[in-house]
Nanobody, 124 residues
Framework: QVQLTESGGGSVQAGGSLRLSCAASQYTGNSMGWFRQSPGKEREGVAVLCAWDNYTRYASSVKGRFTISQDNAKNTVNLEMNALKPDDTGIYYC???????????????????WGQGTQVTVSS
């Protein structure tokens, strides 16, 4: 199983930016992405980079503000978050799954590996 280690996160005022990074223990051609969870809410998909031709998918709430990318070594995935809003507050989890397609990308149950999570707090 792939080990995932997140870094980045922190506290920022609304309108600010943060960058999250996730390092995988090995490159396996998995699709990798980010989910987030706020207190009292279900874990929701934020963005994914699918191994098939590097297609990306975003939650409608972050489209145009967040960008997911992968480094040349293909074992690190980044999430650039701009124009942050208080609703973006939560614990952000890096995740990976076997398979190259984007089908069901926003379903947590379709992922096999998870990081420990990193806190993002956006104040108004």
């Amino acid at each position: 199983q792939v080990q995932l280690t997140e870094s980045g996160g922190g506290s920022v005022q609304a309108g600010g930016s943060l960058r999250l990074s996730c390092a995988a223990s090995q490159y396996t051609g998995n699709s990798m992405g980010w989910f987030r969870q706020s207190p009292g809410k279900e874990r929701e998909g934020v963005a994914v980079l699918c191994a098939w031709d590097n297609y990306t998918r975003y939650a409608s709430s972050v489209k145009g503000r967040f960008t997911i990318s992968q480094d040349n070594a293909k074992n690190t995935v980044n999430l650039e978050m701009n124009a942050l809003k208080p609703d973006d507050t939560g614990i952000y989890y890096c995740t990976a799954r076997v398979g190259a397609s984007c089908i069901n990308w926003d379903r947590p149950g379709s992922y096999s590996s998870w990081g420990q999570g990193t806190q993002v707090t956006v104040s108004s």
